[in-house]
């Protein structure tokens, strides 16, 4: 499925809550460091994870599921494997006001789920990081493909 530019640019502009199943408070995990990013940018990232309820990451309550979430949510970011990916987003279908949009990581893919929340409505971005999205998107990535930040050596 050929997914368009524009259409990546709109849910990365619309998007203000994004909930990230699967966060981990490892900092060299991609879960984190996406996470991480993302909330850098300003949008509100909630974690959740059920190993680690009740801490805090990124100034947010991580919560043991998305049934924990009370506030609205814009998009939920799955790190999670495949196989997982029918739970969470039939929890994300049932429990978040205002869902518009369904984000699986790069690796995990899941045609059926996407169907279903398709049929609700739902945007579902499939085998894609929206950190590299965004960076692509809005021009931040820099030669190479990488995002880099300034290095300089005095020698």
Known sequence: ??????????ILTRTKVIAVVGVSMNPVRPSYY?????????YKVIPVNPGHAGERL????????????????DMVDIFRRSEAVPGVVHEALEVLEGLRTIWMQIGVEHAAAAAVAEARGVDVIQNRCPKIEYQRLFGELRM???ATGVISSKL
């Open 58 to 73: 990124f100034g947010q309550e991580v919560r043991a599921s998305l049934s924990d979430i009370s506030e609205l949510v």
């Open 1 to 10: 499925m050929s997914i368009s530019d524009p259409f990546l640019k709109d």
């Open 144 to 146: 190479g493909g990488f």
């Open 34 to 42: 996406v996470a991480r990013y993302l909330s850098l940018k300003g």
